[in-house]
């Protein structure tokens, strides 16, 4: 049985630790220095306080100070940190990692250069680490579609294992899949990781269609509609899917990539709620992004911060030619609301090519 | 302006009068045998009793017995008549049509010959008109993502108008389109009805994601649990994606048409509700199909019939050595469900191909 140790101790990164501990390997989990109070009610009840679980058996929880202690003797890493701190946990990493060790990672987003090249998250905590270490040690990644809190209670998931060592990947594999969790692998990262990166955005406009309907019923009086408002929440959706197959051409990675799990299955649940899609309902009342999000303080919103970095990338990219200005009016879109603090009023006639299918 | 005449009332043929009545057209709804009710009600009140709405102005309802006096001058034809009843509107239309006339069907569904050659609906309902007639008629279809009930209230909708011929296709978009009923057109016919009639037989399924949900929660004793069931379906309808577009290699259509609104959007529209999901989630709750049918008597469920005909058909295409057995496991398994009546068991291990998105 393996040791895994965790840096980062967030709700997905301890939701793994169910399938891990169900499979008889011991997990420490490394809390960042934003997660003194996860680590300490870990230490003294057991209970994750955001997953309002109890970790499982075996599981240890390490303060940031202790993780000199907790990488001893083990070569399994998992970089748990979200999105916003893939440089801080690179660092960190830099000086925790030895040759031979395997790091697979969790954080989903984007990054881009100041020209609009876009990178995957992956690239950005690996850089972080000297070449002489980083080219020893394999690094994979997981994606969706799963929400943690129901990986921690067992209900069946499928995600997706990518990177480009498929030794490394089959080995991740084995240690995770359980009866409940399903893994699938695949070699192309940056596919995989543009993927769960871009639905965090879309799913954000998902929350449109539940927030334009209850305008609607507040302007019309309505309180309990005969029919609400999916035919736009499908529209949106499939666009969303059209695009993210487009962002997979522009940086060459495989079209296919979007169908199954990681593409329009992640979309999908991701869609179905959570923090963004609550964003973007606010949004879709009425409200300038600038008023939702202040209703909401204190919340990470990694769709919102990846459409900032997508749609500005965007904008130098159609501005060097390398992408044409009618390609992803949906991202365009939904850049104008959130970087641009305007309304919603969806493009409609601009989507879906000339065929309703994206050609 | 121009006047359409619409064999049968259901609710999706009488929804489209709005759009059609907003553009300063006039529609005469002609009821089925079946649908007698329906036209009293509006004939009147002006009220369709399952639609719940009063149909827009200039609408007027015909019973069966007078559909030469509805046919009389016009020369657009709607057959808004479901799947069930194809074989009959293309015997009625055969007596009814003109040289010159156009006709765009409704109905998804399939059909199978006893080989397991799977056809559209449109050519089942045009094989109906003697070939002199049928020649010099136009045929196209409608195809969703729609909610009838939505449409009929002004939501934003997107759809795919499809047929063989341009010409036709533009002229139907020009007569539907307005602000918030938004039309593209394909000519890949086969592939789009393809779609509109699989994606019911994959709603079906979305269905065992909030059964399951409903049996576990039910033997665990919880009543209000902190974690649902959305990786389940994402799975689910990832793995539907992948089928989907399987089902358009097989038929020789473009698998480009699944991406979009014909394909994934109608696929996300269809698994948010309506009969279908309905009985599925029945059935995930533990009953046999027969089980559950028999709670919802006197409901036509579209799904469930497709299910049995291309699951059928799949069968003799595996025997014909046409299908390898490993394709299509989420529709063999639905078939399972649905033509013999055993348990809901999820087969994960067998989805999404070797990469997770179905390669």
């Given at each position: 049985m393996a040791t895994l140790v965790v840096l980062g101790s967030g709700i997905m990164a301890t939701a793994l630790a169910t399938p891990l501990a169900d499979n008889g390997h011991t997990v420490r989990l490394v809390g960042t220095h934003l997660d003194r109070e996860i680590i300490d009610s870990i230490q003294k009840t057991g209970i994750h306080p955001n997953l309002k679980l109890k970790v499982p058996e075996g599981t240890t929880a390490y303060q940031l100070e202790d993780a000199a202690e907790a990488f001893e003797g083990v070569d399994l890493v998992m970089s748990g940190v979200n999105s916003f701190g893939v440089e801080w946990a690179g660092e960190q990493l830099a000086g925790l990692l030895r040759p031979g060790m395997h790091v697979i990672a969790l954080a989903k987003g984007m990054r881009a250069d100041d020209q609009g090249n876009l990178d995957i998250l992956p690239n950005v905590l690996m850089r972080q680490v000297p070449e002489e270490v980083r080219d020893q040690v394999t690094w994979s990644a997981i994606a969706g579609p799963s929400i943690a809190g129901e990986v921690a209670v067992h209900r069946h998931t499928c995600v997706t294992f990518a990177g480009k060592d498929q030794a490394a990947l089959d080995m991740w594999k084995e240690l995770f899949e359980t009866d409940f969790y399903h893994v699938w692998t695949n070699t192309d990262l940056t596919g995989i990781e543009l993927m769960a990166a871009t639905k965090n955005c879309y799913a954000f406009g998902a929350g449109f269609m539940h927030g334009t309907l209850t305008r609607m019923l507040e302007e019309s009086g309505e309180?309990?509609?005969?029919y609400v408002n999916y035919n736009y929440g499908a529209a949106l959706f499939g666009q969303a899917s059209i695009e993210m197959q487009e962002w997979l051409q522009l940086l060459e990675?495989?079209?296919?990539?979007?169908?199954?799990?990681?593409g329009i299955g992640d979309c999908f649940v991701t869609s179905m709620g959570g923090r963004n899609v609550k964003v973007g309902t606010l949004v879709g009342t009425g409200m300038t992004f600038s008023e939702a999000k202040a209703q909401m303080p204190g919340v990470t919103l990694e769709g919102a911060t990846c459409i900032v970095v997508v749609g500005e990338a965007l904008k130098k990219l159609t501005e060097r030619g390398v992408?044409?200005?009618?390609?992803?009016p949906l991202l365009r879109h939904l850049y104008e609301v959130v970087g641009e603090d305007k309304p919603v009023d969806v493009p409609w006639k601009t989507f879906f090519g000339q065929h309703g299918d994206g050609r």
């Amino acid at each position: 049985m393996a040791t895994l140790v965790v840096l980062g101790s967030g709700i997905m990164a301890t939701a793994l630790a169910t399938p891990l501990a169900d499979n008889g390997h011991t997990v420490r989990l490394v809390g960042t220095h934003l997660d003194r109070e996860i680590i300490d009610s870990i230490q003294k009840t057991g209970i994750h306080p955001n997953l309002k679980l109890k970790v499982p058996e075996g599981t240890t929880a390490y303060q940031l100070e202790d993780a000199a202690e907790a990488f001893e003797g083990v070569d399994l890493v998992m970089s748990g940190v979200n999105s916003f701190g893939v440089e801080w946990a690179g660092e960190q990493l830099a000086g925790l990692l030895r040759p031979g060790m395997h790091v697979i990672a969790l954080a989903k987003g984007m990054r881009a250069d100041d020209q609009g090249n876009l990178d995957i998250l992956p690239n950005v905590l690996m850089r972080q680490v000297p070449e002489e270490v980083r080219d020893q040690v394999t690094w994979s990644a997981i994606a969706g579609p799963s929400i943690a809190g129901e990986v921690a209670v067992h209900r069946h998931t499928c995600v997706t294992f990518a990177g480009k060592d498929q030794a490394a990947l089959d080995m991740w594999k084995e240690l995770f899949e359980t009866d409940f969790y399903h893994v699938w692998t695949n070699t192309d990262l940056t596919g995989i990781e543009l993927m769960a990166a871009t639905k965090n955005c879309y799913a954000f406009g998902a929350g449109f269609m539940h927030g334009t309907l209850t305008r609607m019923l507040e302007e019309s009086g309505e309180s309990d509609p005969l029919y609400v408002n999916y035919n736009y929440g499908a529209a949106l959706f499939g666009q969303a899917s059209i695009e993210m197959q487009e962002w997979l051409q522009l940086l060459e990675c495989d079209p296919q990539t979007v169908m199954g799990i990681a593409g329009i299955g992640d979309c999908f649940v991701t869609s179905m709620g959570g923090r963004n899609v609550k964003v973007g309902t606010l949004v879709g009342t009425g409200m300038t992004f600038s008023e939702a999000k202040a209703q909401m303080p204190g919340v990470t919103l990694e769709g919102a911060t990846c459409i900032v970095v997508v749609g500005e990338a965007l904008k130098k990219l159609t501005e060097r030619g390398v992408v044409p200005p009618e390609q992803f009016p949906l991202l365009r879109h939904l850049y104008e609301v959130v970087g641009e603090d305007k309304p919603v009023d969806v493009p409609w006639k601009t989507f879906f090519g000339q065929h309703g299918d994206g050609r």
